[in-house]
C-alpha cells in the first residue's frame, strides 16, 4: 500500500504542531490527505511557520499544554486518533539550561500524559514518540551511536529526551504487550528546513544575520552534527507509523540521521550556507568564530541508522548541499515577498519523487 493510499482519511493526532517540524508533518500530512489534529501551545516563535504555511486551515488545531492531563485525553477521546505522533517538547538545549523545570516538566511528564492518553483510547494503533540523537551518553565517539547504547543524556534537555526514552519503554512493557496499539521511538539528528526562527539555532542565526548584513557569529564551529532536511525525519516518522500500524513487529526505537558523509562541522554548515546565500541573492556573507564557553555541549555526535536502513531499505533522499539549497529557497521565496506555500507544496513534492526514485527507499509511493 502506498503512503498516500495509507494515510488518506487516516486520523492522526500530532503533539506540537505549532513548532517548526510540527509544522511541515502538518503539511506533510494533508498532502498526503489525512484527517489531521494538531494539539500544542501556541507558536513558540514570532514569525512562525504555523502562521506562514497556514497549516491552522488546514487541520483541526487545539491549543493545549501535554501537562493537562485532562485536556488532553478529552481531545483523545473527542478526536478518537488512530494514529499518534508525539512531538511536543521545549527543544532547545541553551534553553534548557536556563529553564531546568520547564524542560523536565514538558519532555518528560508531557511524555507520560500522551502516553496515559493513548493507554486509556484504544483507538490509537500506532504511536511514534519524536526524541533526539541528544540521548546518547556521549563519550565523544567519532563513531555513531547504535540503538542499544546507554541512554544518559548531558545536559537538562538531552537527559529528560533519555528520561522520555525510558518512560516509553516501560508503557510499552507494562502496558502493551497486546496485539492493541504499536509503540516506537525514533531519534534524528539536527534538523534543517525552511520557517525555523529559533534562537539558538545555528541556520536561523544564519539567516537573521544574512538579512541584516551582518557578520555570521558561530559559537563552536568545531563541534559535528548529523544535519538533515526537515522532510528526512518526518517522512521517516511517517513511513514508521504506517509500517507498525500494519505489522506490530515494525515497532522499535530508531536512529534517523544522514549519511556518514552528511555529519559535517558546524564550520562546513556555515560556509555552505554562505556559499548557497551568495548564490541566491548575489552578496557575500562571512562569519566569525565567536566561542563564548557557554554551557557545556557535546563536540562530536553521530548516529548509525544500520539498523532503519536494513529493517526498512531506508537511506536519506537529500544531501547536505541539496538540504542547505532548500533552506534558502525557502528563505528566498519568504523574503522577497513571494508565495511561501507554493515553494512548502514544491519542496514535499520534490522530495516524494526523489523517494520514488530512490531504488532503496522502504517507501513505496
Known amino acids: ?48 511557520l504555523f502562521a506562514i504555511s497556514k497549516a491552522e486551515e488546514k487541520i483541526r488545531s487545539v491549543y493545549g ?4 492531563l485532562e485536556h488532553l485525553n478529552q481531545i483523545f477521546g473527542r478526536v478518537k486518533p488512530e494514529i499518534v505522533i508525539h512531538m511536543a ?13 520547564d524542560t523536565y516538566s514538558t519532555n518528560v511528564l508531557g511524555t507520560v500524559h500522551v502516553l496515559e492518553c493513548v493507554r486509556q483510547n484504544s483507538c490509537v494503533k500506532s504511536f511514534v514518540n519524536v526524541t533526539t540523537d541528544k540521548v546518547y ?3 565523544e565517539w567519532i563513531w555513531g551511536y547504535r ?20 518512560i ?10 497486546n496485539e492493541r496499539a504499536a509503540i516506537s521511538t525514533v531519534r534524528a539528528g539536527n534538523v534543517i528546513g525552511g520557517g525555523d526562527f529559533a534562537r539558538d539555532r545555528i541556520i536561523p542565526d544564519c539567516v537573521r544575520a544574512a538579512v541584516g548584513s551582518r557578520v555570521i557569529s558561530v559559537r563552536n564551529p568545531y563541534s559535528v552534527r548529523p544535519y538533515q532536511h526537515v ?27 544522514p549519511d556518514e558523509r552528511d555529519c559535517c562541522t558546524t564550520k562546513d554548515l556555515v560556509e555552505l550556507f554562505c556559499k548557497k546565500w551568495k548564490e541566491h541573492f548575489s552578496s557575500d556573507i562571512k562569519w566569525v568564530n565567536e566561542y563564548d564557553g557557554g554551557p557545556h555541549e557535546a563536540n562530536y555526535l553521530k548516529l548509525d541508522c544500520s539498523k532503519m536502513k536494513s529493517r526498512f531499505k531506508w ?37 516524494m519523487k526523489s523517494l520514488v526514485e530512490c531504488k532503496e527507499s522502504y517507501a513505496d509511493l
Request: net charge negative; hydrophobic share 30%.
Open 1 to 48: 500500500m502506498s503512503i498516500k493510499d495509507f494515510y488518506y482519511g487516516k486520523k492522526v493526532l500530532v503533539t506540537g504542531h505549532t513548532g517548526f517540524k510540527g509544522a511541515w508533518m502538518c503539511c506533510v500530512l494533508k498532502h498526503l490527505g489525512a484527517d489531521v489534529t494538531g494539539y500544542a501551545l501556541n507558536p513558540p516563535t514570532e514569525p512562525s
Open 65 to 68: 499544554d501535554v501537562r493537562d
Open 89 to 101: 517538547a521545549q527543544p532547545l538545549v541553551r534553553e534548557a539550561y536556563r529553564e531546568p523545570v
Open 137 to 139: 551518553k556521549n563519550r
Open 147 to 166: 540503538e542499544d547504547e546507554e541512554l544518559n543524556g548531558y545536559d537538562p534537555y538531552s537527559n529528560s529526551k533519555s528520561c522520555s526514552e525510558l
Open 168 to 177: 516509553t519503554e516501560c508503557y510499552k512493557n507494562s502496558y502493551f504487550q
Open 231 to 257: 522532510l528526512e525525519p518526518v517522512s521517516a516518522y511517517l513511513n514508521l507509523a504506517k509500517a507498525q500500524y500494519m505489522d506490530r513487529s515494525a515497532a522499535g526505537c530508531y536512529n534517523i540521521g
Open 315 to 351: 537511506r536519506p533522499v537529500w544531501d547536505i548541499e541539496e538540504a542547505v539549497d532548500r533552506v534558502i529557497q525557502w528563505n528566498q521565496a519568504y523574503i522577497e515577498g513571494g508565495d511561501v506555500l507554493s515553494c512548502m507544496e514544491g519542496q514535499i513534492c520534490d522530495y
